[in-house]
């Protein structure tokens, strides 16, 4: 099955700091996605973004499907970004999501 | 507000016992999925549903039960059969169009066995 790898792992940034995320997949998927789980453990869907760049606010997505990853970039970050960020990713069949495989995150930790 | 509810937030389990956990959508969604998490780990897939009357399994399924009767609903029992139940369950939910591809989930069902 399709494997995917984060990193890093976990990241300790200072307020107004830049980062960027990383995420592999060992093979090809047409349905990749981003999340953030909050401390108390609420998932929020960030991106659906199965090649190219997409914006919201602070936050951007890029996926280069031919090269089977997808970076996300956080830019100017806060407090309340803090949490474990997941990229996801999966087949489509017949116009149906598949399984969507998830990583194993990376934790990320903004301090004042 | 459109959204997905699970129920309990937090549950007890005793050795022997069957739980069931409740997910409820209201986003009109017709794909549902149950995730596990454990401590310092990513999700993985429990069972999915495509459609009513119809799912899977996905990666970790044995020790576990699902129906899906209704659109809105996807229960999960826990059996007594799953021999280390203590975790995060997740539930969520996704749509057919583009615009609706992305997963929503719900805010998580605690399980401990005492």
Same mark, same amino acid.
């Given at each position: 099955g399709i494997q995917v790898e984060q990193s890093p792992p976990d990241l300790i940034l200072q307020e107004g700091a830049n980062s960027t995320l990383r995420c592999n997949f060992s093979d090809s998927v047409n349905n990749l996605q981003w999340f953030h789980q909050n401390p108390w453990g609420q998932l929020i869907n960030l991106f659906y973004i199965p090649s190219? @760049?997409?914006?919201?606010?602070?936050?951007?997505?890029? @996926?280069?499907?031919?090269? $089977?990853?997808?970076?996300l970039y956080i830019s100017s970050s806060q407090t309340t970004d803090s949490g474990?960020?997941?990229?996801a990713g999966g087949p489509f069949y017949g116009g149906s999501q598949g399984?969507?495989?998830?990583?194993?995150?990376?934790?990320?930790?903004?301090?004042p | 507000d459109g959204g997905i509810t699970q129920s309990p937030k937090y549950l007890f389990?005793?050795?022997g016992q069957n739980?069931?956990?409740s997910c409820e959508q209201n986003l009109n969604h017709d794909a549902m999925y149950w995730y596990r998490q454990d401590p310092g780990q990513g999700l993985r897939l429990i069972y999915y549903s495509q459609i009513v009357?119809?799912?899977?399994?996905?990666?970790?399924a044995e020790g576990y039960s699902v129906s899906r009767?209704?659109?809105?609903?996807?229960?999960l029992t826990v059996t007594s059969a799953q021999k280390n139940p203590t975790a995060f369950y997740l539930c969520a939910s996704s749509g057919s169009d583009r615009v609706d591809y992305g997963y929503t989930f719900g805010s998580g069902? $605690?399980?401990t066995v005492v």
């Open positions: 190219g @760049t997409k914006q919201n606010g602070r936050l951007s997505a890029t @996926t280069v499907a031919t090269e $089977r990853y997808s970076l474990v960020y997941f990229c399984n969507l495989i998830f990583g194993k995150g990376t934790k990320l930790s903004v301090k | 389990r005793k050795e739980v069931t956990l009357n119809d799912f899977q399994k996905g990666d970790i009767e209704k659109k809105e609903s996807f229960p069902t $605690r399980l």
